[in-house]
């Protein structure tokens, strides 16, 4: 394929301190099948060598353009910036994490998908998820559940089952290529600060538009002690922003029953989870945090329903658990204030 043909796609890589993967992940944009593409790597203040590592690969790649912010700012506005970078004339944008990276038919594929079904907003696919150098047995496939016998399918559709919890295709900014006039028409395309703010877009995009996936493994997501994804999955920051999100996309793809029943069950399992945590010796940054997510949803901190959960948890494997219980309430009275 010739540098002219076909459309223009944006791809965006926002990176902090990513000089340890970013060399694969710029290599495998370069390596795409597909070559009518800007590449944009917005620098977020990196002190590390991704700077230089950026540079060097736009001195020899005229397709590729460093930005770099002369401060650091949080991730989701790094983010926003660099999909605030993307040319006027290009009409797919894709994200690369800077830790990640995409097979050589990822463009071609999914640009293949979204020319045939001008309705698609947003391309999604298959995605291998695990460490480089575990045996690929121990590495997984994400984005399962759609049906394999159709590539196009209705947003609302998609996003219901997402906010059921009975799919999980969303959240994979590297498994994604949006249709750019999509992003283009915010100045946030990622609607909130949190960690997940990816799946809130795609609930977003996708109120008036289709969801399209390519049934192949066309992306990379590399697991690693320092990627947000692990801090998030440490946190289980997805409990209340999957809260979150049902609060204010649920009206527009549920029923009232249906979003007052996943509503419960979310609370209840967030507090499963608060109860499990409080079994553990204290740690007042996680409790902080979880206070201020909950009261940011309208939902202080129920302390008894913390210590409630914890002795229903020592109940299923002691056969006394009233000591657990005063123990639990009274660890709850020193949670952060």
């Known amino acids: 394929m010739k540098a002219n043909e076909g459309p223009l796609v944006s791809v965006v890589t926002p990176v902090y301190n990513g000089a340890a993967y970013l060399k694969e992940c710029i290599e495998s944009v370069l390596s795409q099948s597909y070559k009518n593409f800007e590449y944009i790597i917005v620098n977020n203040a990196s002190t590390d060598l991704t700077l ?59 640009v293949a998908l979204a020319e045939a079904n001008p309705r698609v907003g947003l391309v999604g696919c298959y995605q291998l998820c695990g460490q480089m150098n575990c045996r690929f047995e121990e590495q997984r496939v994400r984005n399962v559940g759609l049906d394999p016998f159709r590539s196009v399918f209705p947003g609302a559709e998609v996003c219901r089952k997402q906010l059921l919890g009975k799919l999980s295709v969303f959240g994979n900014p590297t498994s994604t290529m949006y249709r750019s006039d999509l992003v283009r028409r915010t100045q946030a395309f990622f609607p909130n600060a949190s960690a997940e703010a990816d799946t ?31 801090i998030a999955l440490n ?13 204010t996309y649920g009206r527009n793809f549920m029923t009232e029953a249906e979003l007052t029943e996943r509503l419960r069950h979310l609370v209840v399992e967030y507090y499963e989870f608060l109860g499990t945590r409080a079994l553990r010796p204290n740690n007042n940054a996680f409790w902080t945090y979880h206070k201020s997510a909950l009261q940011a949803l309208g939902m202080p901190l129920d302390r008894r329903r913390v210590a409630l959960e914890a ?27």
């Open 200 to 230: 809130s877009a795609c609930y977003s995009a996708l109120s008036d538009a289709d969801y399209g996936f390519v049934h192949q493994v066309l992306s990379y997501e590399r697991v690693h002690d320092d990627r947000h994804t692990t």
């Open 235 to 247: 946190l289980n920051s997805y409990l209340p922003s999957a809260i979150s999100d049902c609060l």
């Open 52 to 110: 230089e590592l950026a540079n060097s690969y736009a001195n020899r790649d005229e397709r590729i353009r460093v930005c770099s912010n002369d401060t650091l700012i949080p991730l989701i506005a790094n983010h926003n910036k660099a999909l605030r970078e993307i040319d006027p004339r290009s009409k797919y944008c894709k994200i690369v994490s800077a830790d990640d990276f995409i097979f050589p038919e990822c463009l071609a594929q999914m």
């Open 311 to 337: 002795a229903k948890k020592c109940a299923r494997t002691i056969k006394t658990p009233t000591r657990f219980f005063e123990a639990a309430l009274e660890w709850t009275r020193r949670l952060p204030n």
